[in-house]
Structure formats: structure tokens, C-alpha cells
């Protein structure tokens, strides 16, 4: 049986048909090719799936795509300035500060910092362990990661004060 539904992903409204009932990991990478989320564990255990959906994160590898229906689902692809192409703080911040080694968790990681810096500015350290706790590194680049979100949050009150 073929599906029809309209999604809204990075700010833009797409109609897609397909078959079955497909996770919105599945929906994003085969569909509209954004692959900047990885497929992980497929149990929501690692983080590497992870976008945004209405601002908060959420693992795509178990996330049913009729279940986003209605919703803004923000990509990695989407974090980026759509006019200039600039990358947005957390993504510069990620680069400056080497905070991937493989980059297998980036986009977990990336997904996730920018949902905690916009809710929380000016997270401690100790904020910012607990907002990755569940994105899991397998290269052990956290205090890279960590130097990564405090920098971003810089760069973002920097870019508040402009």
C-alpha cells in the first residue's frame, strides 16, 4: 500500500509517497537524501540518527515518519544559513575545535548541542555532559566535543551582540 504524507524538513514542505511504515531516518537518507543523520543502532541508543523535530531532539531510527506530520524536522543539512550557506555556530565551533575524530557521532552531537544551547546559553560543563550523555563516541574525543559546545556558545552570544 502506497502512503502519502507531507512532511516539513528544514523549513521546507515536502510531499512523499511510499510504501509502508517507514522511520523517518529511512524517510530522510532514501527519499530526500540527506544523510548527514547515520543510521546507528536502530535501537535510539547511540545518537547517530538523531534530528530535530519542533527544536528538540529526536531518534530518527525509531521515529516513524507519519508521526512527523504537522512538525518542523531539522536536519544537519538545515543547520546551515539556507541563503549565505554559512555554517551555523554549533557547526563552526565543531570544526575550530576538532570535536570529531571519524565523525560517525558529529551529527548526534551537533543535533543535540543546538538544542541545548537554545534553550540554555551559557550551559557548565557539567549541562553540557549531561545534554550528550546518550550520543555515544567511540573515539573518545569528549573533551574536544565539550571544548566544541562551549566554544559554539560563545560564537552564538558573540553573533547575539552583533
Known sequence: MTNTLELTVNGTA????????RTLLDILRNELSLKGA????GKAQCGACTVLVDGLPARACVLRARRTVGRQITTLEGLANP???????VQRAFLECEGAQCGYCLNGMVMTATALLETNPSPTRDEI???LRHNLCRCGTHLEIIASVERAAELMR?????
Open 129 to 131: 555532559r549531561n545534554a
Open 158 to 162: 558573540e553573533h547575539r551582540h552583533d
Open 14 to 21: 515536502r510531499l512523499l509517497s511510499y510504501v509502508g511504515d
Open 83 to 89: 541563503s549565505s550557506g554559512d555554517l551555523s555556530p
Open 38 to 41: 547515520k543510521y546507528g543502532c
